[in-house]
Structures are given as structure tokens and as C-alpha cells.
């Protein structure tokens, strides 16, 4: 009975990696939903879920930075069911666009040219050239007391959620070549935060009097967000991947790195986002392989 206990277990342990290493494959079956709040400056911020009159700095006009991210009414969305927010997100702080992928070898773009060709309306998707990460000068151009710093003004935010476990690469480029090197730090979860947010300050900031380093979790004020990983050297080429696990949601920070202050250098971007499946060891495929000699082994022991 035991040794039938842990054959079983391990035809369970064969199995489990190979399904892992297959997957599902669907190309290009991902879907990409757009935030259509727009913004009439540049340096704004964009990709507010809401908006609201607090009847004092605009009388009668709803606006996203008074509805501190939970008040008013929902802005709605390109690409879901009704227009409502992407995988019932309920956080406050901001979000531009989010993806779906479906299966292993799914790929998508996130930029306002996609947003337009799947949907007819171009979506606001641009990011400052110092806003995960400026160059640590002032308006004159000085250097700062306290260094490069990243500013959310600017900051863009997505979500990204893949149906199977498979690596997940991101590359990105602007569209009108004002800046070519990005930042990117992917969290595990999302904003989950329902108390007021301000859209004022900075993070990516180390020599701060209050430092905010690069591997922090929860930056801007946010609840259950993990840092799992960064890159500051992104863009067409360079692309920095991370383990997406089935099923779970990771948010996804990004601007320009080292062009300008925060409010310099506003680009559209596109977002090229490509999957690969998880390799599995070599090691289990011999043991696969193994495996059912065993059980044909067996089988023919028993028929004699």
C-alpha cells in the first residue's frame, strides 16, 4: 500500500510538470482596457477612476484630483463590460490601463494607437521623461540636495493579470522619441487603499531626508501592493520580465528615467507586452520518461 501511496504521488508530481511547461497556448487572445479620463495639461495626472465637485477649487465642475481617488462618480473604461473599472479594482490612487492575458505565447500592446484601432477613441497614455526617475536638478538646473527622485504626476499605472503561470516581458518606447530609457517596478497586487489619495509627491527617492528606495512596497500611500522587482534601463530592446503566477493580479509602475524634471519631457509610449512559457527542468522529463517505463513494466509483469 505505500509503495502504490507514492507512485501515485509521483505520477501526481509528473504530471503537474508538464502541465506547467505546456500551458494553454492562444496567440494574441489578450485584451487591453483603457482609462478614458483625460487631462488638459500635460504634467497633469492622468488615469483618475473618478471624479468629484468638492464645491470649492471647481464649482460645478467634477474633476479627478477632488475625488482624492474614491468619491463621485466612476469614469468608465475602454474594453470591459460596461465600461466599469478592470478586475473590480476598488483602490484610490490612479490607473491608466490594464491587460489580460490569456494563455502561454499571448502578447499585447498598451498604447493610445491600440486604444483607437480596437476601441475609436485614443486613450491617454504618455509619461514624463524623469517620472520614475529624474535627473536630480531644478528648474534651473541645478543639482538637488536630495538626488534623482521619481514623481507621481506622471507616473503611469496598469495592471496585468495572465490566465496561466509563464513569464511575463514588458519593452517600451516612446512615440515621439523624446525619451528612450524607462523605469519599471511590477507589485504583487493592487491598490486596495480606500482612503483619500493624493496625487503630490515623489517616490524612487533614496536621498530623501526620508528615503523611499527602489525595492519599496506600497509607494504613494497604497495598501497591499509587494515590490517583486525593478529595472531602470528599459526600452525596445532591453525588456525586464518577472514570473506571472495564474490568475493573480501585479501592478506595474512606470515613466521616464533620467531626462529632465518630472515635469519635462511628456511622451506618448507604447507598452509591448510578451509571454513565454515556464521552462521545466530537464531532470523532470527523465523522471517523466522513467516514470512510465515503470508503469509499462509493471503492466507487462502483471499480464504475465
Do not use: C
Not at 509521483?10 to 503537474?16: L, Y
Not at 524607462?182 to 487603499?193: A, E
Not at 528599459?234 to 493580479?249: I, P, R, W
Request: glycine share 14%; proline share 3%; net charge neutral.
Amino acid at each position: 500500500m505505500i509503495k502504490q501511496t507514492k507512485l501515485a504521488k509521483a505520477i501526481v508530481i509528473a504530471m503537474a510538470g508538464t502541465a506547467l511547461s505546456v500551458g494553454t497556448t492562444a496567440a494574441n487572445a489578450s485584451t487591453t482596457m483603457y482609462n478614458t479620463f483625460t487631462t488638459a495639461a500635460t504634467t497633469a495626472t492622468d488615469g483618475w477612476t473618478r471624479t468629484f465637485d468638492n464645491g470649492t477649487t471647481s464649482p460645478g465642475i467634477a474633476t479627478g484630483p477632488q475625488s482624492q481617488g474614491n468619491k463621485g462618480t466612476i469614469v468608465p473604461w475602454l474594453g470591459t463590460a460596461s465600461g466599469a473599472l478592470p478586475f473590480n479594482y476598488a483602490g484610490s490612487s490612479h490607473l491608466n490601463w490594464a491587460v489580460q492575458l490569456t494563455g502561454s505565447g499571448d502578447a499585447a500592446t498598451i498604447s493610445a494607437a491600440n486604444s483607437l484601432a480596437k476601441y475609436g477613441t485614443a486613450a491617454e497614455i504618455d509619461t514624463g521623461g524623469g517620472a520614475w526617475n529624474d535627473n536630480g536638478r531644478d528648474a534651473i538646473g541645478n543639482l538637488t540636495a536630495t538626488g534623482p527622485t521619481g514623481w507621481k504626476h506622471q507616473t503611469d499605472i496598469g495592471i496585468i493579470q495572465s490566465d496561466v503561470a509563464q513569464f511575463v516581458t514588458l519593452n517600451l518606447s516612446t512615440i515621439g522619441g523624446t525619451f528612450s530609457r524607462f523605469g519599471v517596478t511590477v507589485f504583487d497586487g493592487v491598490d486596495t487603499k480606500t482612503d483619500n489619495y493624493s496625487h503630490h509627491g515623489a517616490w524612487n527617492a533614496p536621498g530623501a531626508a526620508t528615503p523611499s528606495l527602489f525595492t519599496k512596497s506600497n509607494p504613494f500611500g497604497t495598501t497591499g501592493l509587494t515590490n517583486i522587482g525593478y529595472s531602470d534601463n528599459v526600452d525596445g530592446v532591453n525588456g525586464y520580465s518577472f514570473l506571472a503566477e495564474a490568475g493573480k493580479q501585479y501592478s506595474v509602475y512606470l515613466g521616464g528615467v533620467g531626462f529632465s524634471r518630472w515635469n519635462a519631457g511628456v511622451d506618448g509610449y507604447a507598452l509591448n507586452i510578451t509571454t513565454s512559457a515556464v521552462p521545466v527542468p530537464g531532470a523532470v522529463w527523465l523522471f517523466g520518461s522513467a516514470l512510465a517505463g515503470f508503469v509499462g513494466l509493471r503492466r507487462r509483469k502483471i499480464a504475465a
